[in-house]
């Protein structure tokens, strides 16, 4: 097979060796005479299986015993609707930082629990910059919530801001990227299919003191506790999907989270300096510091190079640029799975188009 490079913002790009291995293991899972498709959810493979992910990521996180790591249904928004459910009551107040799709999905989600206060927004710039970090935070907030990687306007949150409530993070799109005080964190999630593995599943992190402060009688679905007390098996998961983010997650351990970091800003240095050397493109991100490190997104000047440049990718077996809807232009996403080489690829290309 001719793989295709994969520039998708998620399902995403992920190493062949993980995909090899996985495959294997839809065949036989090691030497059981079974698929990975058929063990059971309650059995000892798949206790290891757990057990092995959820010690990967504490350790890629460099958490301690403070935190619990889950594996999770439902993708971001399940996220987005359980972290109300749990920690915000109907007489309190939450506090949400706007800055972008993702963030003010998961605010609107909250506003079903509880009252939900805007501490920042960059929506009226279109989202082309982060929101300044607001000075005075009520310390009567339940939580705040933030994103760290707007994945469809291009711009990331570094540092851990200062917080002095807890700070809960959506991390689907940058986790493991860099490295970051993870352990400052009450909670932070990510949906798998961007830097962890397949769609399916998510991955939630969470302060043991936090798992006393539900605000609200769940049903034990919906109820973090209840997932810990169970670890993570409450009910049945996706195994195959849980398997092949553990392949990825060895892979991340491997490589290390710093070899890691340092690699995604090389590919992004070269994309943007060739968006902003390229006299057809301009980056849709001004600010060099606003700017992410996992999507990079530009325009062309011109409207017309717009389908033109896509279609000229394709020829050459480059697919997953084009910008999502409500942002326009093109998009590449360069997770911790895409290797420089390819990023290199379409710096040569893009350079190509100008020439012709
Ligand atoms: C992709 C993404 C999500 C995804 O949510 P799903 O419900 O799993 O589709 C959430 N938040 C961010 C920041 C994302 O990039």
């Not at 799709?101 to 989600?109: D, V």
């Amino acid at each position: 097979m001719k793989r295709k490079i994969n520039f998708n913002a998620g399902p995403a790009i992920l190493p062949e060796e993980v995909l090899k291995h996985a495959a294997e293991a839809v065949i036989e899972y090691n030497n059981s005479g079974l698929s990975i498709l058929e063990i059971s959810h309650r059995g000892k493979a798949f206790d290891n299986i757990i057990q092995e992910s959820c010690e990967l990521i504490s350790e890629l996180c460099g958490l301690n015993n403070d935190h619990t790591v889950l594996w999770m249904h439902g993708g971001g928004r399940l996220q987005f609707s359980m972290i109300p459910m749990n920690f915000l009551a109907q007489n309190g107040s939450a506090g949400y930082i706007d800055s972008g799709h993702w963030a003010e999905e998961a605010l609107e989600y909250a506003t079903y629990y509880g009252d939900v206060q805007i501490l920042a927004s960059s929506k009226e710039h279109t989202y082309n910059r982060l929101p300044q970090w607001p000075e005075h935070i009520s310390k009567d907030l339940a939580y705040l919530h933030y994103t760290t990687n707007n994945t469809i306007y291009g711009t990331q949150y570094k540092n851990v801001p200062d917080c002095k409530v807890p700070l809960i993070a959506d991390m689907s799109s940058d986790i493991f990227s860099c490295k970051r005080d993870y352990a400052s964190y009450a909670m932070f999630y990510a949906a798998a299919q961007k830097n962890i593995g397949p769609a399916g599943c998510a991955v939630a992190v969470i302060r043991k003191d936090m798992l006393q402060r539900v605000v609200r009688d769940l049903p034990p679905m919906l109820r973090y506790q209840a997932h810990a007390e169970q670890g993570s098996v409450l009910n049945t998961p996706p195994v195959f999907a849980i398997y092949a983010s553990l392949l990825m997650l060895r892979w991340t351990k491997a490589k290390g989270i710093a070899a890691i970091e340092k690699e995604n800003n090389q590919k992004a240095e070269l994309l943007y300096s060739e968006v902003e050397r390229n006299s057809l493109f301009h980056a849709n991100v001004k600010r060099k510091e606003d700017r992410s490190t996992m999507n990079v997104c530009f325009t062309a000047k011109n409207k017309d190079d717009e389908s033109a440049f896509l279609n000229f990718c394709e020829m050459q077996n480059i697919i997953g640029i084009k910008g999502h809807r409500s942002a326009g232009g093109f998009r590449v996403s360069i997770y911790n799975a895409m290797p420089l080489k390819d990023v290199q690829k379409l710096v040569s290309v893009m350079q190509e188009y100008e020439k012709d």
